[in-house]
């Protein structure tokens, strides 16, 4: 069974920085990608930023894209997501998900069915 463990977030002044971590476990797949979305009250879930096993690609909204950078240790199943210059629209509750045998890097949010339980990110101005 999958299991993705989350750590980070909180609270944080506006233009300050947050690094959410994801430890996943469990895989019986070797190629997939592995991300975070995130959440904001009464809104659908974003792809924030994945990156792809096979090959290393990555994709970032566009909301974030020279703000927020995703890493990953493949050997350890982990993704980290570094924040920078965060807003108060960056507040919401984050979600480390996963996407097996997924190639290209893509976030419809119904590819992604394995989930985290969720972090929450609060940016305060």
């Known amino acids: 069974e999958v299991q993705l463990v989350e750590s980070g977030g909180g609270l944080v002044q506006a233009g300050g920085s947050l690094k959410l971590s994801c430890a996943a476990s469990g895989f019986t797949f070797d190629d997939y990608a592995i991300g975070w979305f995130r959440q904001a009250p009464a809104k659908e879930p974003e792809g924030v930023a994945c990156?792809?096993?096979?090959?290393?690609?990555?994709y970032y909204a566009e909301s974030v894209k020279g703000r927020f950078t995703i890493s990953s240790d493949n050997g350890e199943h982990t993704v980290t997501l570094h924040m920078h210059s965060l807003k108060p629209e960056d507040t919401a509750v984050y979600y480390c998900?996963?996407?097996?045998?997924?190639?290209?890097?893509?976030?419809?949010?119904?590819?992604?069915?394995?989930r985290g339980q969720g972090t929450q990110v609060t940016v305060s101005s």
């Open positions: 990156i792809v096993f096979i090959g290393g690609y990555t």
């Open positions: 998900a996963v996407a097996p045998h997924l190639r290209v890097p893509t976030m419809p949010w119904d590819l992604y069915t394995y």
